[in-house]
């Protein structure tokens, strides 16, 4: 399996972006996927997730009510859209997916496959 992330950039603070991960290989709708985050000198962090089907939803108190993560299986996409960014949301955002039953989705180390990181700034 192989996940794409793109959409990042540059916005201020109050703007948003919608981030996207392609994947590709695999049975894409039986996944559950997740977006983590990582700014520099500080650790991975959990931010959103959906199971397979996107009827449950899981997000970071710190972002909630404000990103909203959702997905196409036919076009074995997740998106992550963002709306009132602030600059403590600056980070590398990266996709993954979790093709196995067991362990949450809140959980980096559930997950098998990783996409490489798109960059996330948000001016002040």
């Known amino acids: 399996v192989q996940l794409q992330a793109s959409g990042g950039g540059l916005v201020q603070a109050g703007g948003s972006l919608r981030l996207s991960c392609a994947a590709s290989?695999?049975?894409?709708?039986?996944?559950?996927m997740g977006w983590f985050r990582q700014a520099p000198g500080k650790e991975r962090e959990f931010v959103a997730a959906?199971?397979?089907?996107?009827?449950?939803?899981y997000y970071a108190d710190s972002v909630k009510g404000r990103f909203t993560i959702s997905r196409d299986n036919a076009k074995n996409t997740v998106y992550l859209q963002m709306n009132s960014l602030k600059p403590e949301d600056t980070a590398a955002y990266s996709c993954a997916a979790k093709t196995g039953v067991f362990g949450g989705l809140r959980s980096a180390r559930t997950y098998d496959y990783w996409g490489q990181g798109t960059q996330v700034t948000v001016s002040s």
């Open positions: 959906l199971t397979w089907s996107g009827g449950t939803t």
């Open positions: 290989g695999g049975i894409f709708s039986s996944y559950g």
